[in-house]
């Protein structure tokens, strides 16, 4: 076999000191000399000094909220009388307002030379920033969401996105970006699906890691959300209860942070506004120091979602107040408190008091300090000129946002119709057909800040839908009417649209979300549904498109999976995009002509039905319901599914009849670009535990690997999976590989292409942080 490239999933290790080495060295803790320094700054602070090193401060200036509560919290005191005796964390410098990059960071740079020359220590602060789907500012690139890296199964290509974020974000001044999201879906109902990459934990670790790696690779720190249980929510509502149980956590919602602590090195990990079984996680040392510091040895900084601390006593009712509160949470482990100080400003009456210990105190400034050293902040100056032009959406950007766009648009339904060949009339119809916005998540600055400033634009390019058809065909072929809102109960343009469409030759409908804060979106924090169905009357405008006759062609623009089983029934092929970035209208219109073979594949199962919920594929037997309930389950499509333009044939599928339980497990099989364009395709291997000693997934994910191959081109894909990949958390609570056979097949999870058999020998063994996590791969 001759090997062309060595991966873990995708993850090329590339050349050395590269963001893709596996493992990744752990080489930026503070060395002897610089442990020396901080802990002698350490011992000449006041507690007023230990006390702002622990605090954010965040201008939040007027207009509608953009955290949970924000209007319940209000910095009293300006910036500058905040921060006599230094600063912590600055809250959002430049994604709380539209503000010009340049004059942002020319303020920025004063603000700082003013720490360091105007306070007794001199000590910058950390400047954080969101930056989900790139970096939140204005005029900033902006990426697909993070469901769509997970539809991409392209971990090397998000790697180099978070650089590219990285290198802004470095370039402006900020120190620590507030990504990525590792929470694991668990129902399509909750409005934050849109934050998160997947409903399979090792997709999500595997994506998620790579992000980390790519942006600290710049010096900026990553920083874990939302650490943990925070998608697993009671009917997937926003803050509702987690009645997960200890197996759950442990072998679905903790392994991707597991694996971005160990395999990334993250140094920053945000808390949950999560309570597990009746405890919130911002107080359960078991969680925060217990598992993530003693177990798994994280040595960064553990920060609270915004207000978190102060929710123990707001929202929780753990704690009788702020300055309890405040208790709590730094017992806990929880370093510092964001955005601000409404808690924690407290702790002095705490330790007068003797309900804390001042060396807690000291433990959290000491990571602080140590983190601050590692950013290079203990040497800053800020006499450099700050950034003067620099581009923040260059064509390099661009072209990172195109290619993941491309590779993120998951072709689910076709009955033929796609690729629209040339010169065909075409009727482009729906709400989201020119909606801009529509691209663009939650927690994108487009959507996440300027519905407060109307009248200010993007600041970037962001073509549409039609405006990308029209190009891709020429505007004499396309026409166009808007047909409905996205969730308003308006059919007047009903009309409009089934006349422009009985006059094409093919229809475009291109429905979905808009994404929005606490209710004002279809989808977004705190825009939770109990209905899976098109909001609005989008399902009406459909049905009436359909009754012309007219073939439709079903855009989804979306942030969530709908109950879209009908579509997939009637309509003569169905696009799902989950909000695709700036670069994403291009990608659909691409995918629609054919110049782009699409290859994404579905990261998250596409619901039966609001009352399915919640659904996962790595459920039980059990879970498949059949002859037992009337409620059927079974998605219309499930995870791991796409279609392609090409077709590809599996065969020779080797498994080995037995591996050591502490060993490896080598598969191989051939796979054989069958048709006649070149394409992509996403190799996806599973297994089943025949038999446990608990009740296990019915499939579940082992490894994957992105291969390009020309029509008629055939390769040897091997992937070297450690048994550690059927780990579970037995009867004792502890997590092993247990003996016994194990089913194994190549395909989507519900089409097994090519299947095998294998059988685990030996003694149960338990895993440790030692253990070898990923599924290592080569093409041959």
């Known amino acids: 076999m001759t090997e062309v490239r060595a991966t873990v999933d995708g993850v090329a290790p590339g050349p050395a000191g590269s963001y893709l080495d596996l493992p990744q060295a752990r080489d930026r803790r503070t060395a002897p000399d610089g442990e020396t320094r901080v802990r002698e700054l350490l011992g000449r602070m006041t507690l007023d000094e230990k006390l702002a090193q622990l605090v954010g401060f965040w201008e939040k200036g007027d207009g509608e909220s953009v955290a949970p509560l924000q209007g319940e919290f209000a910095d009293a005191v300006r910036l500058e009388d905040f921060s006599r005796h230094g600063l912590g964390h600055l809250t ?201 510091r003693d177990q798994w040895g994280f040595d960064g900084v553990l920060v609270a979602d915004y207000f978190g601390v102060a929710f123990l006593h707001l929202l929780h009712h753990v704690a009788s107040d702020h300055t309890e509160a405040a208790v709590q949470a730094l017992a806990a482990g929880v370093d510092v408190e964001l955005p601000t100080g409404d808690a924690y400003l407290r702790l002095p009456e705490a330790i007068r008091a003797g309900k804390v210990d001042e060396a807690l105190l000291d433990q959290a400034v000491l990571r602080v300090l140590r983190q601050k050293h590692e950013l290079g902040l203990l040497d800053a100056t800020f006499t450099d000129e700050p950034p003067r032009d620099i581009d923040l959406d260059s064509a390099a950007h661009r072209a990172i946002a195109r290619r993941l766009a491309e590779r993120s648009i998951v072709l689910v339904g076709n009955q033929g119709t796609l690729p629209l060949a040339p010169g065909r009339s075409m009727a482009v119809i729906g709400p989201n057909a020119d909606l801009a916005s529509a691209m663009f998540g939650c927690y994108s600055f487009v959507n996440h800040v300027l519905p407060q400033h109307p009248g200010v634009d993007a600041g970037i390019e962001v073509p549409t839908v039609l405006d990308a058809v029209r190009a891709e065909f020429g505007a004499d072929q396309v026409s166009w009417a808007h047909g409905c809102g996205v969730d308003d109960d308006d059919r007047s343009g009903i009309a409009q649209a089934v006349a422009t469409a009985a006059a094409a030759s093919v229809a475009v ?42 073939p439709v062609v079903l855009v989804l623009l979306t942030g969530r999976p709908y109950a879209i089983g009908w579509a997939l029934d009637r309509c003569a092929a ?36 609001a009352g399915a919920q919640p659904y996962s594929y790595l459920h039980p037997a059990l879970g498949e319901g059949h002859e037992v309930t009337n409620l059927a389950v079974t998605p219309p499509a499930p995870f791991g599914h796409g279609l392609s333009y090409t077709t590809f044939g599996y065969s020779e599928l080797t498994v080995p009849a037995t591996v050591p339980s502490d060993g490896e497990l080598v598969v191989r099989v051939r796979v054989t670009n069958t048709g006649t364009v070149a394409g992509d395709e996403v190799v996806q291997l599973y297994g089943r535990d025949v038999v446990a000693s608990v009740t296990r997934p019915v499939a579940q994910l082992l490894g994957y690997r992105r291969i390009h191959l020309t029509p008629g081109q055939a390769v040897t894909v091997e992937l070297t999976v450690p048994t550690t990949r059927l780990a579970f958390t037995d009867r004792t609570s502890t997590r092993v590989v247990e003996p016994g056979d194990v089913e194994i097949w190549v395909g989507t999870s519900a089409d097994r292409a090519v299947q095998g058999r294998t059988t685990v020998v030996g003694p149960t063994v338990p895993v440790t942080t030692a253990s070898r996590r990923w599924t290592t791969s080569t093409v041959g």
Not at 174 to 179: E, F, K, S
Not at 521 to 538: F, K, N, S
Request: glycine share 12%; charged share 20%.
């Open 509 to 550: 409908l291109v429905v979905g979300d808009r994404a929005g804060l606490f209710g004002r979106g279809t989808v977004g924090e705190g825009c939770d549904t109990d209905d899976l169905e098109l909001p609005g009357v989008q399902r009406d405008l459909v049905e009436a498109v359909l009754a012309t006759g007219t």
């Open 574 to 609: 169905v696009v799902q995009a989950f909000f695709p970035g700036e670069e994403g209208a291009g990608a659909i219109a691409g995918v629609l002509s054919g110049r782009v073979n699409p290859s994404g594949r579905l990261p998250v199962s596409l619901p039966r039905s």
């Open 92 to 292: 959002r410098a430049y994604g709380t307002r539209p503000v010009d990059p340049a004059a942002r960071a020319a303020w920025l740079w004063k603000f700082q030379s003013d720490l360091v020359t105007g306070t007794r220590l001199g000590i910058p602060a950390i400047v954080h920033e969101e930056c989900l789907t790139g970096l939140s500012a204005w005029k900033a690139a902006t990426f697909p969401t993070p469901l769509a890296w997970g539809a991409a199964f392209d971990p090397d290509l998000v790697a180099e996105m978070a650089s590219a974020i990285g290198t802004s974000m470095r370039a402006l001044g900020v120190h620590q970006g507030l990504a990525p999201v590792l929470d694991v879906i668990r129902d399509p109902r909750w409005g934050r699906v849109e934050e998160c990459i997947a409903e399979d934990p090792y997709l999500v670790g595997t994506i998620g890691t790579a992000y980390v790696r790519g942006l600290q690779s710049q010096g900026v720190h990553a920083t874990l959300k939302h650490f943990v249980g925070y998608s697993a929510s009671r009917a997937g509502r926003n803050f509702a209860p987690v009645h997960a149980g200890p197996r759950e956590v442990a072998d679905v919602l903790l392994p991707p942070f597991e694996m971005a602590v160990l395999d990334g090195d993250v140094r920053s990990v945000m808390h949950s506004y999560a309570e597990i079984d009746g405890v919130p996680v911002a107080a359960d040392p078991t969680l925060l120091t217990g598992l993530l």
